[in-house]
């Protein structure tokens, strides 16, 4: 069983248009595949949305149009550790806070501990796309909120709308995340000041007449990879209700047959698109969670030790940051496979790989 297994449109089903963009030369530059997808996003986001090549140039966009000026961006430690490298290519300090364990998203409390005259940020993470919902009287607070929703597309917060939790939000359509283009992703917000400058950084800074103010990039998306996520969104309904729905038989099954390897479910409201399902090996488990990671990999279960903490990677190193929540949580975390449609022989292997292990 592969990590992730997100289904790709049929060559067939967009051939025709892509094969006249082919013909034409308008493969890229915002055409018109492109426009398409981000006028429909924008639909189901209910925000205007900018298309970028990948999940990482949209998130590092929002990050430059965030003005750091040198200053401290307040983000997790318990994420991909793209969200830190976009604070520091837009020339920012990732300062990294804590995690609430009910959430695994960032806790405000260490949050408002982390504030300082530095602060230009606080950029939030969905791990595994659960959804970070801020404190309601922080959205009109001094500190601007940004979100990096990358693996959370499909996701319903409880208090908010998915892309309306701060001033922009960015999402990725990796091919490993359950909406894809294959590489893509966007920016998503109802701030058009702020949507302005991020179309303007998408094309190296420039503006309409061609003056550039500020430090831009190549983000834009082909137009092969806007007609896969056209058709990817034909069927994304269907998909999305059945990857939901695969996420919650997993967990079921295994705290009626697994105990001590507690499966998280999503707060109490929200629904999770679950681009993977965390599991936490307790103790009581009586196996290591490297000697579990390593048993569900023989057995044909591709897991990981996912997320792995930014402070503990080699360039973000740092022994005076103490994170007790994220260390905890991410000591004895798996990340397991969800797809959008498990068969139940699917789920037994998972369950069945724990089972051998606990003998
Ligand atoms: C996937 C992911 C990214 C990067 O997105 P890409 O589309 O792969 O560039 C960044 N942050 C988080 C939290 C992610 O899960």
Redesign the pocket.
């Known amino acids: 069983m592969k990590i992730t297994r997100t289904p790709l449109p049929r060559l067939g089903a967009f051939s025709s248009d892509f094969s006249r963009c082919l013909d034409t030369g308008e493969v890229t530059n915002n055409s018109t595949h492109v426009r398409a997808l981000e006028e429909a996003l924008g639909r189901i986001l209910d925000v205007p949305v900018l298309c970028f090549n ?6 590092t966009a929002m990050m430059l149009a965030a003005d750091l000026e040198g200053g401290e961006v307040i983000c997790p430690s318990f ?2 550790v ?2 830190a490298h ?1 604070v520091v290519m837009a020339g920012g300090k990732p300062v990294f806070a804590d995690i609430d364990p009910i959430t695994l998203c960032l806790d405000p409390d260490d949050v408002e501990r982390k504030v300082t005259s530095k602060t230009r940020a606080i950029l939030g ?3 595994y796309g659960v959804c970070w919902e801020p404190p309601k009287h922080w959205q009109n607070g001094d500190i601007p909120l940004y979100i ?1 929703a ?2 959370a597309f499909g996701s319903t917060p409880c208090l908010y709308p998915l892309a309306k939790r701060g001033r922009a939000c ?1 999402f ?3 091919q ?2 359950p909406f894809s283009t294959m ?3 966007c920016v998503a917000s109802d701030d058009a000041e702020f949507m302005k400058r991020i179309a303007q950084i998408r094309v190296f800074g420039q503006d309409e007449t061609g003056d550039v103010h500020a430090l831009g990039m190549n983000g834009k998306m082909c137009e092969v990879n806007a007609l896969v996520g056209l058709r990817q969104l034909d069927t994304w309904q269907y998909r999305a209700t059945h990857r939901i729905e695969s996420a919650l038989r997993l967990r079921h099954a295994l705290r009626t047959h697994v105990p001590h390897i507690r499966a998280f479910h999503a707060p109490l409201g929200q629904e999770c698109i679950w ?1 993977y399902q965390p599991v936490f090996v307790e103790p009581e488990f009586g196996v290591s969670r490297e000697t579990v990671l390593q048993g569900l990999r023989d057995r044909g279960v591709m897991a990981r030790a996912y997320y792995r903490p930014v402070h503990h990677l080699a360039m973000y190193l740092d022994p005076s940051v103490k994170l007790p929540v994220t260390e905890r949580l991410a000591a004895s975390v798996i990340a397991l496979p969800v797809y959008d449609e498990m068969t139940d022989a699917e789920i037994q292997q998972i369950v069945n790989a724990f089972r051998e292990m606990q003998k």
């Open positions: 990948s999940g990482q140039s949209a998130l994420t991909f793209g969200t976009a993470v969905d791990p990096d990358a693996p960015i990725s359509f990796h490993s995340k590489e893509g992703g681009t």
